[in-house]
């Protein structure tokens, strides 16, 4: 009896939730453009899953052949091969040249001392590397070293199932493996139904997301969604940083924010709409702030939700101010939740886009925003 009636509170929540009077139009049709998006999505999916596989099934003939063959490789090859590895063991793989004669390789350009030896060591177990000249010029720190500015993130040599992201190929194939597991689970009983039909539906998520298991189970930190937007306010930078550093008006352009109390020694409560509108709290505090120019805050340790914002100021010169704004956070539930949120319309990106011109119109309006 207790299953039925879960049952029927969920059908009769959803149904009060798309058949909403006010709301449920708008919200059945982000549902049919979501649907729509999707089948676009799967058809890409497969498409490029197809494609990776192809590419892979070349590649794998085409080095088997060389091995059977025992063919030197040429210069270019050679180098082209180095140039390929060296990009997973450094950050700034175009600040080095890379010179192939004969089965010797010479090195050439910037690194960084962290970097060195790691590199190194992958180019000599290149296929057909006989001897590695060094000519790097090695440094501590990319200070005043143009070619090493910006921070780029090597990859490192790791099988695909560790990777972060993985390939359109292995993908397709996760998914495959996936649902086989979930079939077999159908012919399951008990607990091993279970097991099966969990780990079936945990891959799919995974390979769906394309996000870590740890990210998917919401322990991949506080920037396990992250979302990054610039608009130009037509407002002197003052008004807009003294609008901006009171969170009690994030409301009033925010439209999942339902409310921010400011507490003593720069922390605040927050309360937000989370997944099917329900609410999701958590206290922060100001990490940084700089007048005209820089704010930043964070949620404190053990929050349901881990959340952390940044919003960066400059003034264009013509009474024009700058805005960028970074938030980054960990749902519950982590990307799981993030999925059922865009499922049913609450796609973060899209409000993103939508609270920055609502933000645009009341600052350069003097108007308060109308939160839909």
Wanted: with cysteine.
């Amino acid at each position: 009896m207790a299953p039925l009636l879960l049952f029927g509170a969920a059908v009769g929540g959803a149904a009060m939730f798309l058949f909403d009077p006010s709301h449920g139009r708008r919200r059945r049709a982000r549902i049919r453009d979501q649907v729509t998006h999707a089948r676009t999505d799967m058809r890409d999916f497969v498409d490029a899953g197809t494609r990776d596989l192809k590419h892979r099934r070349t590649v794998l003939l085409s080095r088997t052949r060389a091995l059977l063959r025992r063919r030197k490789a040429g210069d270019s090859v050679l180098a082209e091969r180095v140039r390929s590895k060296m990009g997973r063991y450094v950050a700034h793989p175009g600040a080095i040249e890379v010179f192939a004669v004969d089965g010797d390789v010479m090195l050439r350009g910037s690194i960084l001392a962290h970097e060195h030896g790691d590199l190194l060591d992958a180019v000599q177990g290149v296929s057909g590397v006989k001897h590695v000249h060094d000519e790097l010029s090695v440094y501590e720190t990319a200070d005043g070293i143009s070619e090493l500015q910006g921070e780029l993130q090597r990859r490192g040599e790791h099988a695909e199932p560790w990777q972060g992201k993985w390939a359109p190929g292995p993908r397709l194939l996760a998914s495959a493996g996936a649902m086989t597991l979930a079939l077999y689970a159908l012919h399951r009983y008990g607990l091993m139904r279970l097991l099966t039909l969990t780990a079936g539906a945990a891959f799919l998520m995974r390979t769906a997301t394309n996000k870590p298991f740890r990210t998917l189970a919401g322990k991949a930190g506080a920037r396990g969604i992250d979302i990054q937007k610039t608009i130009h306010i037509d407002a002197p930078i003052e008004e807009v940083y003294r609008f901006l550093a009171n969170y009690e008006n994030f409301p009033m352009f925010m439209r999942h924010v339902r409310s921010v109390q400011l507490l003593p020694e720069g922390r605040s409560h927050w309360i937000v709409a989370g997944p099917l509108n329900a609410p999701v709290e958590w206290d922060a505090f100001t990490l940084r702030y700089e007048p005209d120019r820089y704010i930043e805050w964070s949620t404190v340790a053990g929050s349901p939700v881990e959340h952390a914002g940044t919003i960066c100021l400059g003034s264009m010169g013509d009474g024009t101010t700058h805005v960028h704004v970074r938030m980054s956070y960990n749902a519950p539930a982590g990307a799981l939740s993030h999925v059922i949120a865009k499922l049913f319309g609450a796609d973060p990106k899209s409000e993103m886009d939508e609270d920055l011109l609502r933000l645009k119109r009341a600052l350069e309006t003097g108007r308060e925003a109308v939160v839909g």
